[in-house]
């Protein structure tokens, strides 16, 4: 999930917390943190933690990026299309088999 990785980070400097405090409040690695501000990735469970504890919606911290779900969607249709035409394969391979 996209995070607003500057809000974690003005936040949690803000409140004078190292990334490493942060980590041991939310219950998650420094390494996690480190991630986070830097790549602005994390899971809904992390998001939902720093929600709390730095008591903003959640909302709030989770970013919408048109780019990354993109690529997500366009990945998503490209499975799609081999495993149909996996079946489709699969189906005709069926057929000349039994046909035969």
Known sequence: MNINKTLVKET???????QEQLAEIIGVSSRTVQRIESKGMTSMDT????SAVFEVARENLIVDDPEISKKSMNGS?????????????GAGASFLIFNA
């Open 12 to 18: 949690r400097v803000k409140k004078g917390w190292t």
């Open 47 to 50: 998001i939902s933690a720093l």
């Open 77 to 89: 249709l490209l499975m799609l299309l081999l495993f149909v035409s996996g079946i489709a394969v």
